[in-house]
């Protein structure tokens, strides 16, 4: 049985923010936390419902980890390059489409939850 170390946990989690720290060196990723801190103030601002929160959370979530998995693979076939497989392009290409289909999922689902209040803000005018 093993015992909990916390001495190994603490590792683990330095481990966790040096790896936070490459990927926050991405320029993509800084501009995904930009838009994750709109919403999140965009959230302070107005009244959600608890489900609404939570898919909004979600979606932000979904986006930078999508958006850490892409720099990592693109790290990967910067390793591998064209000339030792061709399709190393293609999974760089692949994987920035999967992080910007998963953006605009987060756009239209962000649109459709607080189109309502925008609305209404821009009917007091």
Not at 21 to 31: G, H
Not at 38 to 67: G, H, Q, S, Y
Request: with cysteine; proline share 2%; charged share 15%.
């Amino acid at each position: 049985m093993t015992v909990f170390s916390f001495k190994k946990l603490a590792r683990s989690f330095s481990h966790a923010i040096r790896g936070f720290k490459c990927v926050f060196r991405e320029q993509n990723f800084k501009i995904q936390i930009v838009f994750s801190i709109t919403v999140f103030i965009l959230i302070l601002l107005f009244d959600l419902k608890i489900w609404e929160i939570v898919v909004l959370i979600m979606m932000v979530t979904l986006v930078l980890v999508l958006e850490i998995i892409n720099s990592i693979f693109e790290r990967i076939m910067d390793i591998l390059q064209p000339r030792v497989h061709p399709y190393a392009k293609t999974v760089k290409d692949m994987m920035a489409s999967a992080v910007l289909a998963a953006s605009l999922g987060a756009f239209f689902v962000g649109l459709l939850i607080f189109w309502p209040h925008f609305k209404s803000i821009t009917q007091c005018f």
